[in-house]
């Protein structure tokens, strides 16, 4: 049987992932392109933003692994089979990344720093108070894989944390947890900053409007991670402008590569980030995706199989 990378790799991220996922498959046939095995010999596809229609007319499809830890794209293409297991990369190097980008962005709100890097642009010597890590109260929305790493990072670094999921959680060291649309005015209510690290799903696009905006105290910072349709771009830049919120740092846009014209480029209280909140890294996930393979291969149960109908 063989195995089909479906990606949109450049020639760098091909020179990275090939030789990874060779050294992870030692006696699988990888093949790049559907013209090197014929479509009754594929069983397995590893899947990075894959060509529209890649995925289709493979009758033997038995396992379609991710290695993207979001798979909104994937379930949003009518190509892709929805009766094919879907596994989703979930890699602790991943989520240490997220969580220390997290940790970056909440570090630099509280302690001004892209405050003071627009002072520095400007020659402008002043100082604003000092707080305390124990005085800022962050909200993280999502806490499942990288939420979780990330709050318990920003926990362990003094910060007071409360994590926001569908399913009500036992304990979470460190952190205060809340489950539940009803429980999220309480939430954003006493956030001083808010990590969004939701899945992009029908009940999460568009979460970050006008209303939670609203919901969310006067000078509150939003930090976004997940995904750019999570925001309602208009509201947010209504939020900033009218200075109820006080700065967005985003990872994370509707249309990517930023366009050039978008405004949130040269908003004063925006800092964008060309998605690098956590990058998949080829020589942890191809092991992992491997793991998976294998499983397929022993009749064993696979790893972190993507739920469809809850949409992560
Ligand atoms: P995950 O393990 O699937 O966790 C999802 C969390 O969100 C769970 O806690 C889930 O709660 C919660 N959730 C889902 N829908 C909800 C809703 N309607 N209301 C409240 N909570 C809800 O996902 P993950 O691995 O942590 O990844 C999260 C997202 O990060 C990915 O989907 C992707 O979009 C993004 N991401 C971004 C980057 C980047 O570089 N910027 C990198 C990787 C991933 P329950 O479990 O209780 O349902
Ligand atoms: C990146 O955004 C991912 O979902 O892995």
């Given at each position: 049987?063989?195995?089909?990378?479906?990606?949109n790799?450049d020639?760098d991220e091909?020179?990275?992932?090939?030789?990874?996922?060779?050294?992870?498959?030692?006696?699988?046939?990888?093949?790049?392109?559907?013209?090197?095995?014929?479509?009754?010999?594929?069983?397995?596809?590893?899947?990075?933003n894959?060509?529209?229609?890649?995925?289709?007319?493979?009758?033997?499809?038995?396992?379609?692994?991710?290695?993207?830890?979001?798979?909104?794209k994937?379930?949003?293409?009518?190509?892709?089979?929805?009766?094919?297991?879907?596994?989703?990369?979930?890699?602790?190097?991943?989520?240490?990344?997220?969580?220390?980008?997290?940790?970056?962005?909440?570090?630099?709100?509280?302690?001004?720093?892209f405050?003071?890097a627009a002072?520095?642009r400007?020659?402008?010597?002043?100082?604003?108070?000092?707080?305390?890590?124990?005085?800022?109260?962050?909200?993280?929305?999502?806490?499942?894989?990288?939420?979780?790493?990330?709050?318990?990072?920003?926990?362990?670094?003094?910060?007071?944390?409360?994590?926001?999921?569908?399913?009500?959680?036992?304990?979470?060291?460190?952190?205060?947890?809340?489950?539940?649309?009803?429980?999220?005015?309480?939430?954003?209510?006493?956030?001083?900053?808010?990590?969004?690290?939701?899945?992009?799903?029908?009940?999460?696009?568009?979460?970050?409007?006008?209303?939670?905006?609203?919901?969310?105290?006067?000078?509150?910072?939003l930090?976004n991670l997940?995904r750019g349709a999570h925001v309602v771009d208009t509201d947010l830049l209504a939020?900033l402008d009218?200075?109820?919120?006080?700065h967005a740092v985003l990872d994370v846009f509707h249309s990517e590569p930023l366009p050039v014209e978008h405004p949130f480029w040269s908003h004063p209280n925006i800092t964008v980030l060309p998605h690098v909140a956590?990058q998949?890294?080829?020589?942890?996930?191809?092991?992992?995706?491997?793991?998976?393979?294998?499983?397929?291969?022993?009749?064993?149960?696979?790893?972190?199989?993507?739920?469809?109908?809850?949409?992560?």
């Amino acid at each position: 049987m063989s195995i089909l990378v479906a990606a949109n790799f450049d020639a760098d991220e091909w020179a990275a992932w090939w030789p990874a996922l060779q050294a992870a498959l030692p006696g699988e046939h990888l093949i790049r392109g559907r013209s090197e095995a014929p479509a009754e010999a594929i069983d397995v596809a590893l899947v990075a933003n894959p060509p529209l229609g890649a995925l289709q007319g493979l009758p033997r499809l038995a396992l379609i692994q991710s290695l993207w830890a979001g798979v909104d794209k994937l379930l949003a293409d009518a190509t892709v089979p929805a009766e094919v297991p879907l596994a989703r990369m979930v890699d602790p190097a991943m989520n240490d990344a997220m969580a220390e980008t997290a940790l970056w962005a909440v570090l630099g709100l509280h302690r001004g720093t892209f405050a003071y890097a627009a002072q520095q642009r400007d020659r402008v010597w002043r100082q604003h108070p000092q707080r305390r890590a124990d005085e800022i109260h962050v909200a993280v929305l999502g806490l499942g894989q990288m939420g979780r790493t990330a709050a318990q990072r920003l926990a362990r670094n003094g910060y007071r944390v409360t994590g926001w999921s569908t399913r009500a959680m036992a304990v979470v060291e460190g952190i205060t947890t809340a489950a539940g649309d009803a429980a999220l005015a309480e939430v954003l209510a006493s956030a001083h900053i808010v990590v969004n690290l939701l899945p992009l799903t029908p009940a999460t696009r568009g979460i970050f409007g006008a209303s939670t905006f609203a919901a969310m105290p006067a000078g509150a910072s939003l930090v976004n991670l997940a995904r750019g349709a999570h925001v309602v771009d208009t509201d947010l830049l209504a939020a900033l402008d009218s200075g109820h919120l006080q700065h967005a740092v985003l990872d994370v846009f509707h249309s990517e590569p930023l366009p050039v014209e978008h405004p949130f480029w040269s908003h004063p209280n925006i800092t964008v980030l060309p998605h690098v909140a956590a990058q998949t890294d080829p020589r942890s996930a191809a092991v992992i995706a491997a793991r998976n393979v294998q499983a397929l291969r022993q009749g064993q149960p696979l790893a972190d199989r993507v739920d469809r109908r809850r949409g992560y």
